[in-house]
């Protein structure tokens, strides 16, 4: 608490003024000490010094947490197998993870393995430094949800741990439901191809089929009756909810950008999918 303003203030109010000099210092102190303790609360004065050190020490400790996690999930099964070390290889490599920020994955990756891993305390730590950024704590989750779908399935241990990290970040199993769902169609949208081929073409050379139409659908979040309207406006928002700007701002790590990026390819294909097939504009 800040009162060194106050207490000088109107000590040499008093020495000036008398009474109401002691009371027009009070107030003048007052206001000295409020504006000293917000430029301490940001870190520096005018913004600067640690605060941009604390921004990028909080997007370590981000990277950092979600690999370990990662390896925690890996473990959810009772061992870690040659698919999982394979799995959580293939989004290093999607991250075009090189150097030391790989050899950074792989260690945090291992300490989840590790019997002993704080996983509450770690989720804990992620959770307030991500306070007030949703996106970015929804970010964390699908990063885990990735890594338990890349095999294409989904072991029951393993859905038990996503709830206990849903929960934990402060999502409802409601929610934790509705991500799974769609996770599970961009796995089957991408394995189909479709995100692939619009990315090299700019466009789809052939037609989808009924169940790669419904994973766009599902990938988006809309039912298939929905209006033009409800399809432009579930797509806007999850482009607003993933677009790799907008979580850097908010503190995305950089290594992370490029999961970003081919979220909002997928949501594109899907969305420009589902327009051709409506005859949409």
């Given at each position: 608490m800040q009162v060194w303003g106050k207490i000088l203030g109107a000590f040499f109010g008093f020495l000036l003024g008398g009474p109401f000099g002691l009371l027009l210092g009070l107030f003048l102190g007052h206001k000295f000490d409020k504006a000293r303790s917000k430029i301490y609360t940001r870190g520096g004065f005018g913004g600067f010094g640690s605060s941009q050190a604390g921004s990028a020490e909080r997007q370590a400790e981000f990277f950092h947490a979600g690999f370990a996690?990662?390896?925690?999930?890996?473990?959810?099964?009772?061992?870690?197998?040659?698919?999982?070390?394979?799995?959580?290889?293939?989004?290093?490599?999607?991250?075009?993870?090189?150097?030391?920020?790989?050899?950074?994955?792989?260690?945090?990756?291992?300490?989840?393995?590790?019997?002993?891993?704080?996983?509450?305390?770690?989720?804990?730590?992620?959770?307030?430094?991500?306070?007030?950024?949703?996106?970015?704590?929804?970010?964390?989750?699908?990063?885990?949800?990735?890594?338990?779908?890349?095999?294409?399935?989904?072991?029951?241990?393993?859905?038990?741990?996503?709830?206990?990290?849903?929960?934990?970040?402060?999502?409802?199993?409601?929610?934790?439901?509705?991500?799974?769902?769609?996770?599970?169609?961009?796995?089957?949208?991408?394995?189909?191809?479709?995100n692939q081929q619009y990315q090299q073409q700019g466009a789809f050379r052939q037609a989808p089929t009924k169940d790669q139409l419904a994973d766009a659908y599902e990938l988006l979040g809309v039912s298939e009756s929905a209006s033009a309207q409800e399809l432009k406006r579930a797509y806007r928002k999850q482009m607003n909810e993933h677009h790799p700007d907008k979580l850097a701002a908010k503190g995305l790590p950089p290594e992370m950008m490029e999961l970003a990026k081919e979220k909002t390819q997928q949501l594109q294909a899907a969305y420009d999918l589902i327009r051709k097939e409506k005859g949409l504009k």
């Amino acid at each position: 608490m800040q009162v060194w303003g106050k207490i000088l203030g109107a000590f040499f109010g008093f020495l000036l003024g008398g009474p109401f000099g002691l009371l027009l210092g009070l107030f003048l102190g007052h206001k000295f000490d409020k504006a000293r303790s917000k430029i301490y609360t940001r870190g520096g004065f005018g913004g600067f010094g640690s605060s941009q050190a604390g921004s990028a020490e909080r997007q370590a400790e981000f990277f950092h947490a979600g690999f370990a996690v990662m390896g925690h999930m890996a473990k959810a099964k009772g061992r870690v197998t040659e698919d999982e070390i394979r799995v959580a290889s293939a989004i290093m490599d999607r991250m075009s993870l090189h150097g030391e920020s790989r050899r950074q994955a792989q260690n945090a990756f291992r300490e989840g393995k590790e019997e002993d891993f704080p996983l509450e305390e770690t989720l804990a730590k992620v959770r307030m430094s991500c306070a007030g950024r949703a996106d970015l704590l929804q970010f964390f989750l699908e990063l885990q949800i990735q890594a338990a779908f890349a095999d294409g399935s989904l072991h029951s241990s393993e859905r038990q741990l996503l709830y206990v990290i849903a929960r934990s970040l402060g999502f409802s199993e409601r929610q934790l439901e509705q991500r799974l769902h769609m996770q599970e169609a961009a796995f089957r949208f991408q394995q189909g191809g479709f995100n692939q081929q619009y990315q090299q073409q700019g466009a789809f050379r052939q037609a989808p089929t009924k169940d790669q139409l419904a994973d766009a659908y599902e990938l988006l979040g809309v039912s298939e009756s929905a209006s033009a309207q409800e399809l432009k406006r579930a797509y806007r928002k999850q482009m607003n909810e993933h677009h790799p700007d907008k979580l850097a701002a908010k503190g995305l790590p950089p290594e992370m950008m490029e999961l970003a990026k081919e979220k909002t390819q997928q949501l594109q294909a899907a969305y420009d999918l589902i327009r051709k097939e409506k005859g949409l504009k």
